[in-house]
């Protein structure tokens, strides 16, 4: 099978480092390009990489020359890459994200500059991968030949993931509180002296992201593009010190009578029609122990692609509360 040449829009980041630790070994894709900034470019990619993960950087990509992004259509046309993952900071991603999609790309992002835009497919594959139908308006609509895609915010996944199965019995009302890690943050998004022994009540734009994004993503594609879902979500989101794993605690409101029991199925009967290499069999796992889920105990569920849910219970004011972990 020919593997597709791909390469990373802000490599040498937290994120961009994610990216190239799991494209490195994908039977699919070959790291083709690292894009980085200027003062990045032209050195090899462990010299401007400062790798953070807990493995050892991929040796197939170590040696490789980081390209700048003014090089974007020098590399499609001699190296023939096909994708771009985007990992690059909002306030490059914006513009950048759109010549590469002009050029030619395609372009996933995990930024969240272009995941609102009406022609722009916001997707969690497991959930509503029929959204995809937008890359062609998109690409009619702009005189593209590529196109964007985008992932949503990490705890909207989460979310999103969690609410999908319970659509059947009528959401009117989400309600939910995060504790969220601080790899969320990036390698040096928390000062130490900031999140040791405390938490902290806020992270910018987080919850406008969980009371939207959801929204899309649960929508319904008519005419070119998505309708949102009509039931409300509220919002707090609270940084804690656990290094990777957010936790959930939310509370579902429906709009008929529903049991424990019928959430507990709804999740356990969850399947993915994905066949692809990462994807996990459960997205979502039911855990029946009354103390979890726990980020330690729970994170790398389903190769770290599932989300584990537990302490699911009926609220004394009407509807469900549970707890959801990466």
């Keep these: 099978m020919r593997r597709i040449k791909v390469g990373v829009l802000g490599a040498t980041g937290s994120v961009g480092q994610r990216f190239v630790q799991l494209l490195a070994s994908h039977p699919w894709f070959e790291i083709a390009a690292l894009f980085a900034s200027e003062r990045s470019a032209g050195k090899e990619y462990r010299e401007v990489a400062k790798w953070f993960l807990p493995c050892e950087m991929p040796e197939n990509v170590a040696e490789m020359e980081v390209r700048a992004l003014s090089e974007l259509e020098a590399v499609r046309k001699e190296e023939d890459v096909e994708i771009l993952f985007s990992a690059l900071p909002s306030e490059v991603a914006a513009e950048v994200e759109k010549k590469s999609a002009s050029l030619g790309y395609a372009v996933a992002s995990n930024v969240s500059v272009h995941r609102m835009d009406e022609d722009v497919p916001l997707v969690i594959p497991e959930v509503n991968a029929e959204h995809l139908a937008l890359i062609e308006t998109q690409r009619e609509r702009r005189g593209w030949d590529g196109f964007i895609i985008t992932n949503p915010n990490c705890s909207s996944i989460m979310l999103t993931l969690t609410l999908k199965p319970?659509?059947?019995?009528?959401?009117?009302?989400?309600?939910?509180?995060?504790?969220?890690?601080?790899?969320?943050?990036?390698?040096?998004?928390?000062?130490?002296?900031?999140?040791?022994?405390?938490?902290?009540?806020?992270?910018?734009?987080?919850?406008?992201?969980?009371?939207?994004?959801?929204?899309?993503?649960?929508?319904?594609?008519?005419?070119?593009?998505?309708?949102?879902?009509?039931?409300?979500?509220?919002?707090?989101?609270?940084?804690?010190?656990?290094?990777?794993?957010?936790?959930?605690?939310?509370?579902?409101?429906?709009?008929?009578?529903?049991?424990?029991?019928?959430?507990?199925?709804?999740?356990?009967?969850?399947?993915?029609?994905?066949?692809?290499?990462?994807?996990?069999?459960?997205?979502?796992?039911?855990?029946?122990?009354?103390?979890?889920?726990?980020?330690?105990?729970?994170?790398?569920?389903?190769?770290?692609?599932?989300?584990?849910?537990?302490?699911?219970?009926?609220?004394?004011?009407?509807?469900?509360?549970?707890?959801?972990?990466?």
Excluded at 213 to 225: D, H, S, V
Excluded at 250 to 259: A, D, G, H, Q, T
Excluded at 267 to 285: D, M
Aim: proline share 7%; with cysteine; hydrophobic share 40%.
């Design 166 to 326: 319970l659509m059947r019995f009528g959401i009117e009302e989400v309600r939910v509180a995060t504790m969220q890690a601080v790899s969320g943050a990036g390698y040096a998004g928390v000062p130490s002296m900031a999140i040791i022994d405390n938490v902290i009540p806020f992270i910018a734009k987080e919850e406008e992201k969980m009371e939207t994004e959801p929204l899309k993503i649960l929508g319904t594609l008519e005419n070119g593009r998505v309708k949102p879902a009509s039931f409300s979500i509220s919002a707090s989101c609270h940084r804690v010190p656990v290094l990777d794993g957010h936790t959930e605690a939310v509370w579902v409101r429906f709009s008929e009578e529903v049991s424990v029991d019928e959430v507990k199925n709804a999740f356990k009967n969850f399947r993915s029609e994905l066949k692809t290499p990462f994807a996990p069999e459960k997205p979502l796992i039911l855990r029946e122990e009354p103390d979890r889920p726990q980020p330690r105990l729970d994170r790398d569920a389903g190769s770290g692609m599932s989300v584990s849910i537990g302490r699911i219970r009926a609220s004394s004011g009407g509807g469900v509360g549970s707890g959801a972990g990466e």
